[in-house]
């Protein structure tokens, strides 16, 4: 039987930032726009609070974007030497071959599951891993995530990096050099002053 407890309340929000790096290779300083999503929700006991349980998932997810946009990044190379930072280095590390990592824990939760129904059967847990395919699809997940952590350790996104005048700086994720940011933001301030005027 079901007991109604009142209902809960979902908020999701978007927004965008511009993070300002300084390079640590060539000490450059540039600018590059952030896109984050958050959601936050709120209960509403018994239906007794509904427009309160609104207000705290509007809340609760304007604190989760507000979080995600002080503390997380993107990989981006700098606009000048086409490296990347230390953080972005990590980031970049960590989500390469993760699919390896997923498919080999993947792996070896199926074979151990099997392993223990053969246990089950006949009380030879062991055996079941040395005598059947299990044990081949165990070796092999863990060889799979062995693999993939060395190749994270080894790669370096920085190996491949390029001089300015043989990149794409049509490339959305591309970094402005701050001067070229500020010249921009500058030049919108004054083309909606001079709109506004107009308009007056």
């Known amino acids: 039987m079901l007991i109604p407890t009142g209902r809960k309340y979902t908020v999701t929000v978007t927004a965008t930032t511009y ?17 984050r999503q958050a959601q936050g929700t709120g209960h509403s006991p018994l239906w007794l609070d509904n427009k309160g349980a609104t207000g705290r998932a509007e809340q609760a997810a ?24 230390a953080d972005m280095v990590t980031k970049l590390k960590k989500s390469k071959w993760r699919w390896m990592v997923v498919v080999g824990w993947l792996a070896i939760i199926v074979s151990l599951i099997a392993g223990w129904i053969i246990w089950l059967d006949d009380h030879q847990f062991i055996a079941a891993f040395t005598n059947t395919f299990w044990g081949v699809v165990l070796l092999a997940g863990v060889a799979m995530i062995v693999a993939a952590k060395l190749r994270q350790r080894t790669f370096d996104p920085n190996a491949a990096a390029r ?16 001067r070229d940011f500020d010249r921009l933001v500058a030049a919108a301030k004054q083309s909606r002053g001079e709109a506004a005027t107009t308009s007056g």
């Open 163 to 178: 001089p300015p005048a043989a990149q794409n700086t049509n490339d959305p994720r591309f970094a402005l050099r701050r």
């Open 62 to 85: 304007q604190e989760n974007l507000a979080k995600k946009l002080a503390t997380e990044i993107n990989a981006v190379p700098c606009p000048d030497c086409g490296r990347y930072q």
């Open 19 to 35: 993070k300002t790096v300084h390079c640590q290779m060539c000490g450059c300083d540039f600018v590059y726009p952030m896109r």
